[in-house]
Nanobody, 124 residues
Framework: EVQLVESGGGLVQAGGSLRLSCAASGDSLDGYSVGWFRQAPGREREGVSCISADGTFTYYLDSAKGRFFISSDNANNTVYLQMNSLKPEDTAVYYC?????????????????WGQGTQVTVSS
């Protein structure tokens, strides 16, 4: 079973940047769809960015387009989320998640394995 550990969260001023990392162990991420999700207090968990296992589908939340970028390093079995021009409304707990085979929908219900989350706080 794959285990995921996120890191890279923290407190940043509006306009700043953070890079979140998601290190996988227990299995190679080859063949998995990977995604980043977030959940703010009182709100439902939402998909921020996802990539299908076959690489043909990449999704970004509208508010993240042009600011956030998902990438993967297969050699290190790690997925990243580069977040630029951060806004206070980006404040949330960010989770990475994976599911075996290709998923073409960036919804939490599609994903099976989850990390513990990392807090991102953007001050105004």
């Amino acid at each position: 079973e794959v285990q995921l550990v996120e890191s890279g969260g923290g407190l940043v001023q509006a306009g700043g940047s953070l890079r979140l990392s998601c290190a996988a162990s227990g299995d190679s991420l080859d063949g998995y769809s990977v995604g980043w999700f977030r959940q703010a207090p009182g709100r439902e968990r939402e998909g921020v960015s996802c990539i299908s296992a076959d690489g043909t589908f990449t999704y970004y939340l509208d508010s993240a387009k042009g600011r956030f970028f998902i990438s993967s390093d297969n050699a290190n079995n790690t997925v990243y989320l580069q977040m630029n021009s951060l806004k206070p409304e980006d404040t949330a707990v960010y989770y990475c998640a994976v599911t075996w085979s290709s998923s073409y929908y960036c919804g939490p219900d599609e994903y099976d394995y989850w990390g513990q989350g990392t807090q991102v706080t953007v001050s105004s």
